[in-house]
């Protein structure tokens, strides 16, 4: 019985190393996503060292522009849908996370939320912008609630959309994420992104599983492979805890719009009820039938609720 199981143990571990070298992919160099990833509108600023991929789209003249910001494993993409609707009317910008995308990894391997803001002001301050409106989906909710706490006097409105920033308990974790917040896992696993692990990701932050189309998956498969972003997110995990700067919420005075999917898993909605509460001048509008990512789900339904605020 001994060498049986000896036996079934080295065929389990000997299988299961076979799996994740089929699963293995080897990371991308930026100038390699580029020719598929940037456009036109595309550029790419250096802040403090690092290279941001930022889109400036509409009026220029617009003197408060609209800015977009990604949550953790997407990039300026996921806001394709608000964008169309709204670069006739206003300025937007957006841009890839430090960490993510194809701006890739922070210099400093500095992830903490502080950090964040200030490359979101120092972004304001290279375009010449004194004053913005501030859209946040995720962990880019967190980044624009908190760069408005830290610098009142830059961001005129929030929009905040299935934000973090508050201890949570999820209901279901993509399995990405879990990957990516073990220790062991995302060492030994450092090489293995298989795209099924990268569907059922997405899916699982979608109202509706059936959305996810192969192009989104490809699209957050390739750009997960940019050099630097897997181990990026393991440090983001680590560093941007949710809880800091949560009791300065009361001081904020901007009228603030909160989106949120009545089908997150993630962060649920007692969290952006928690918000409404928190927040003065604050207004929580839920969209029942949407996920974690409701802007990205359903551009169109979410958008007008943004005009309406604006």
Do not use: C
């Not at 962990?139 to 409105?157: C, E, F, H, Q």
């Not at 879990?178 to 090489?191: I, R, T, Y």
């Amino acid at each position: 019985m001994l060498k049986a199981t000896v036996s079934l143990i080295l065929v389990i571990a000997v299988a299961l190393l076979i799996f994740v070298k089929i699963h293995s992919a080897q990371d991308i160099p930026v100038e390699k996503l580029k020719p598929h990833w940037a456009s036109s509108a595309s550029s790419f600023v250096n802040i403090d060292g690092l290279t941001l991929h930022i889109r400036d789209e509409g009026p220029k003249n617009d003197k408060t522009p609209i800015v977009l910001v990604h949550g953790t494993g997407a990039s300026l993409h996921t806001w394709d849908g608000w964008v169309s609707g709204l670069k006739s009317k206003r300025r937007v910008i957006r841009f890839d996370l430090p960490g993510f995308g194809l701006t890739g990894p922070e210099p400093q391997n500095n992830y903490t939320i502080e950090k964040y803001t200030d490359y979101l002001v120092k972004l304001l301050d290279h375009l010449g912008i004194a004053h913005a409106i501030v859209a946040g989906n995720s962990l880019g909710g967190y980044v624009g609630w908190a760069t408005a706490v830290r610098y009142p006097n830059r961001i005129s409105k929030l929009v905040l959309v299935d934000a973090s920033g508050y201890p949570y308990k999820a209901e279901s974790v993509p399995i990405a994420f879990k990957l990516s917040q073990n220790k062991f896992a995302s060492m030994f696993l450092k090489d293995f992104i298989p795209k099924f692990v990268v569907r059922s990701s997405i899916e699982n932050v979608y109202g509706d599983p059936s959305l996810v189309s192969d192009e989104l998956v490809n699209r957050y498969y390739e750009l997960a492979l940019r050099e630097g972003n897997r181990a990026a997110i393991s440090e983001r995990f680590i560093q941007t805890q949710p809880g800091k700067l949560r009791y300065e919420l009361n001081t904020l005075s901007v009228p603030t719009l909160l989106i949120w999917g009545g089908k997150d898993k993630l962060i649920p909605l007692e969290m952006g009820k928690q918000f409404e509460r928190d927040i003065p001048n604050s207004t929580l509008v839920v969209f029942d039938n949407l996920g974690h990512v409701p802007h990205e789900e359903d551009p169109e339904a979410t958008l007008s609720t943004v005009l309406a605020f604006l």
